[in-house]
């Protein structure tokens, strides 16, 4: 007996629900926009720790060593700096080393290659190139590095990479306020948008409605198509913005291997390994907030 009321209350609603096929759309529209807004929020997220994590990738400090330092001092710099706690990594480029990655960047340069074999020599210098252990250590190690005194240092390279990365966090998060902003205004359509849907529908059904009670119907077989409708709305918004935000994800993919390149980013990945994840929260959220929506305007319209 159950089973047969539980599928009549689907009956009902999904008849209601192409009964007013026009407002029906309108409220799947705006749950899509709603969800789609959310998920882009959670793909900048995803492109602005790439992007930080591939700057702080090449943060290091550079010491430029003079082309006559022999490789003796040269190495016992190497060990004394490793020494520093704050160091994670330290490569030496030798002068040959620094030529053959010159040539390899520029083998499409011809012009710079011919001035290169101009001068007969090798005109690039040794190199110390260091990385800190985080971003935190890094101007305390360009300090230290800053009071060696060694006469093979030529030069020192202290670019602020912790600006940039500033910058990029000021930018997502300004960017992140919006997206939120937007979100919330979708959602609080949402809302509005069904439960004038749901308003719509009891009384368009309040002949049926009243004749129901009359006959002994009870007030959860009254109230029940409305609130599935809800849910159908919530299943149905999810479904497409899976099928829509694939389809973005899939044309945004390409542009973000070329910007990121040297990096792995996938973000079609990381959203089907999340999938259940993702999806499933925003199914049960839409639901419970169009229950919500739909439980306010029975309370207030349907006089049961």
């Known amino acids: 007996m159950f ?19 026009w407002l029906t759309v309108v409220t799947i529209t705006i749950l899509v926009l709603a969800l789609f807004s959310v998920n882009m929020l959670l793909t900048l997220n995803i492109i602005t720790r790439t992007a930080i994590n591939s700057i702080k990738d090449k943060i290091d400090i550079n010491l430029y060593l003079k082309p006559t330092a ?6 016992s710099l190497k060990a004394e700096i490793s020494g520093y706690s704050q160091v994670k990594k330290i490569d030496y480029i030798s002068k040959a080393e620094a030529l053959e990655s010159f040539k390899s960047k520029h083998q499409n340069d011809p012009e710079v290659l011919e001035a290169l074999r101009q001068l007969g020599e090798n005109p690039l210098t040794p190199t110390l190139v260091i990385k800190a252990n985080n971003l935190e250590q ?22 602020n990479h912790k600006l940039i990365i500033s910058k990029i966090e000021n930018i997502s ?5 919006v997206g939120i902003f937007v979100s919330l205004v979708f959602i609080a359509v949402s809302i509005l948008v069904v439960y004038n849907a749901i308003k719509v529908a009891i009384y368009t059904h ?15 077989f009254v109230k029940s198509p409305f609130l599935i409708s809800g849910i159908i709305y919530a299943l149905i918004g999810v479904v497409l913005i899976v099928v829509i935000f694939y389809a ?22 990381y959203f089907s390994k999340n999938f259940i994840y993702i ?21 207030r319209y349907s006089k049961v």
């Open 206 to 220: 309040r002949r049926e409605i009243g004749i129901m009670k009359l006959v002994g119907a009870s007030n959860w």
């Open 279 to 299: 999806f499933g929260i925003e199914f049960i959220v839409a639901a419970i907030i169009n229950i919500l929506a739909s439980f306010t305007a029975l309370g």
């Open 173 to 177: 998060r300004k960017i992140n306020e």
């Open 138 to 159: 890094y101007n305390e190690l360009a300090a230290k590095l800053n009071k060696i005194k060694s006469d093979i240092i030529e030069s020192r390279n202290f670019d």
């Open 3 to 21: 089973i047969l009321s539980f599928f009549r209350v689907i009956k009902f609603s999904l008849q209601d629900m192409f009964r007013n096929i």
């Open 70 to 75: 022999s490789e003796d001092k040269i190495l």
């Open 248 to 269: 973005f994800l899939m044309l945004l993919q390409p542009y973000l291997e070329v910007f990121f390149s040297g990096y792995s980013i996938d973000i079609v990945l």
